[in-house]
């Protein structure tokens, strides 16, 4: 927690957040955002699409704050750290295609059902 700079000069001042606080910000403030639609009985591709949605985004949040993260600790190391946040891209597009794909499945099978 930071500390308020109190002096005789005027308010109080807040001490400005560095690149990481500001990034860790804006990852919490899209995660509020992001809030999973609720599903009611059985699953219908809509709910599948919506979910895909809502995990791109919480995804791409995530990935930017690691990329954050890695860049503002590589910066104050003596060491090379490697960057290993583009396999979170792989890794998210997976997740995700599996609800796409599944969202495809139910078009096939609601298809199929009205023949």
């Not at 001490?15 to 860790?24: I, K």
């Not at 985004?57 to 960057?83: K, Q, S, W």
Request: charged share 30%; hydrophobic share 50%.
């Amino acid at each position: 927690m930071r500390e308020l700079v109190i002096t005789n000069e005027g308010p109080p001042r807040r001490p400005r957040l560095d690149e990481l606080e500001l990034a860790h910000l804006r990852l919490i403030t899209t995660l509020a955002g992001e809030c999973p639609n609720r599903i009611v009985g059985n699953a219908d591709r809509f709910d599948l699409m919506n979910r895909a949605a809502h995990l791109t985004a919480v995804f791409a949040a995530v990935t930017a704050y690691a990329r954050a993260a890695v860049a503002d600790t590589a910066e104050a190391l003596p060491i090379i750290l490697r960057d290993e946040t583009p396999s979170l891209d792989g890794a998210a597009d997976d997740v995700v295609d599996a609800f796409l794909n599944a969202q495809d499945r139910m078009r096939d099978l609601a298809a199929a059902l009205e023949e």
